[in-house]
C-alpha cells in the first residue's frame, strides 16, 4: 500500500520539475519594429538592423507564435520585429506578452518605424513622437464613384450613418493615447539631437511647396492614423487630417500615417489588463520614409508609382533616423533604471532635457 501510494507521488515531484519554467528574464525596454528582412537579424535594410547593431541584440530567443525571433543584449534591452500590418502586429506582440521567459511587467515599450509623413508638418527623414493613435480601418464605406455629391468622403464612421456625424463616439477603442508626460520627456531628450541630411534628400524635397516639408530632417511631435491600407495621394491625406481631428475631438493633428500601431497598442492595453505590462510605459517614434501625397504637377497615381522604385523617398535615411532618436531615449531609460523601474520619467520644469521622474504603483 505504501509503495502504490508513494510512485504516484515521486511522479509528480518528476513531472513537475521539468516543466517548470525558467527564471523569468527581467526585461527593460521592449523595441518593437515592424519590418525586417530574411530572419531579423539584421542582415539586410529593415528597421531592426541598426537596433540589432546599435544595441548589440546578439543573445537570440525563438518566437514561433510570433513572427520572428526576439533578439536581447546584457543591459535588458528586448527587440522584436513584428510583421507588417495590424493582424500580424497584435498577434506577435501578445505572443511576447504572454511569453513565460519574460518578466515585462516593468518594462518600457519603444515602437520605432518608419511612415508616410503630411508635407504640412514634417520632412523626409524627420521623427516624430507620437501623442494619439487613430484608427484608420474600423468605418462605413461607400466607393468613390457612389458618394453623394454633398460628401466630403465616403468613409463614415462606425455606427453613423452620414461622414464625421456628431456627437463623435469612440464606442469601439479607435483612440489610443499615450502617456503625454513620457512622450514629452522622449521629445525633449531629442528634439535638438542632428538628423543625417544629404544631396538626394534636397533635391527630393525641392518638388514640394509646403514650409515644412522643404526643412531637413527635424523632431517634433504629432499625431498618427494607423490604418493597414497604404494609402496616398493629396485627398486621402484632407481625410486623414479631418479624421483625426474627428476622433480627437479638434484637438489631434494627422502629422504621420502607419499600419501596425492600432494592433500593437490595442495587445498591449490586454496585456496590462492581465498584469503582464504595464500599457502606461509605451512610447511610439515613427521617421517619414515618403510624403503621404504627390507634389504639384504629379498624379497621385504616378507619384505612387514613383515611390515604388524610390524616387520621392527617404527610406535608408528615415531608418538612420529612428535609430538616431529612439536609441537615445532607450540607452536613458537603460542607463536612469534604478529610478525608471518603478518611476515613469517625465519632463522637469527647468528644462526639457533633465530626467525627473514620477511614481507610478509598483508590482
Request: proline fraction near 6%.
Amino acid at each position: 500500500m505504501r509503495l502504490w501510494l508513494t510512485l504516484p507521488l515521486l511522479l509528480c515531484f518528476s513531472v513537475a520539475g521539468r516543466l517548470a519554467p525558467a527564471a523569468h528574464i527581467p526585461v527593460k525596454v521592449v523595441v518593437v519594429t515592424m519590418y525586417q528582412d530574411e530572419d531579423g537579424g539584421g542582415s539586410a535594410p529593415g528597421e531592426f538592423h541598426l537596433w540589432v547593431e546599435g544595441e548589440h541584440l546578439d543573445r537570440v530567443f525563438p518566437l514561433l507564435a510570433g513572427d520572428a525571433p526576439e533578439r536581447m543584449n546584457e543591459s535588458g534591452v528586448l527587440g522584436m520585429v513584428t510583421g507588417v500590418g495590424t493582424a500580424k502586429a497584435a498577434a506577435s506582440v501578445m505572443a511576447l506578452g504572454l511569453d513565460p521567459r519574460f518578466d515585462l511587467r516593468h518594462a518600457c515599450w519603444v515602437i520605432a518605424g518608419i511612415g508616410g509623413g503630411d508635407p504640412a508638418d514634417v520632412s523626409l527623414a524627420s521623427a516624430v513622437w507620437i501623442r494619439q493613435v487613430v484608427d484608420g480601418d474600423l468605418a462605413h464605406e461607400i466607393d468613390a464613384r457612389e458618394i453623394p455629391p454633398d460628401w466630403p468622403t465616403g468613409y463614415v464612421p462606425l455606427g453613423r450613418i452620414l461622414p464625421y456625424q456628431q456627437p463623435m463616439t469612440d464606442k469601439y477603442d479607435q483612440v489610443f493615447t499615450l502617456d503625454a508626460a513620457l512622450t514629452e520627456w522622449a521629445y525633449g531628450l531629442t528634439h535638438a539631437i542632428p538628423l543625417a541630411d544629404n544631396d538626394t534628400l534636397r533635391e527630393r524635397r525641392s518638388h514640394f511647396v509646403q514650409a515644412n516639408a522643404r526643412r531637413p530632417p527635424f523632431v517634433t511631435e504629432g499625431d498618427e492614423l494607423s490604418a493597414s491600407t497604404y494609402w496616398h495621394g493629396a485627398k486621402l491625406d484632407a481625410w486623414a487630417n479631418a479624421w483625426v481631428r474627428y476622433y480627437t475631438g479638434g484637438k489631434g493633428n494627422f502629422v504621420v500615417s502607419a499600419m501596425e500601431e492600432t494592433g500593437t497598442l490595442q495587445a498591449l492595453a490586454f496585456l496590462g489588463r492581465a498584469g503582464r505590462v504595464d500599457a502606461s510605459r509605451v512610447l511610439v517614434l515613427r521617421t517619414i520614409s515618403n510624403y503621404d501625397q504627390q507634389p504639384e504637377g504629379l498624379s497621385a497615381a504616378a507619384s505612387l508609382n514613383a515611390q515604388q522604385v524610390g524616387r520621392y523617398g527617404a527610406f535608408l535615411p528615415s531608418l538612420e533616423s529612428a535609430y538616431a532618436a529612439g536609441h537615445v531615449v532607450v540607452d536613458a531609460l537603460v542607463d536612469g533604471w534604478a529610478r525608471y523601474r518603478t518611476r515613469l520619467p517625465e519632463v522637469s520644469h527647468s528644462g526639457p532635457a533633465r530626467i525627473a521622474g514620477r511614481k507610478v504603483d509598483p508590482w
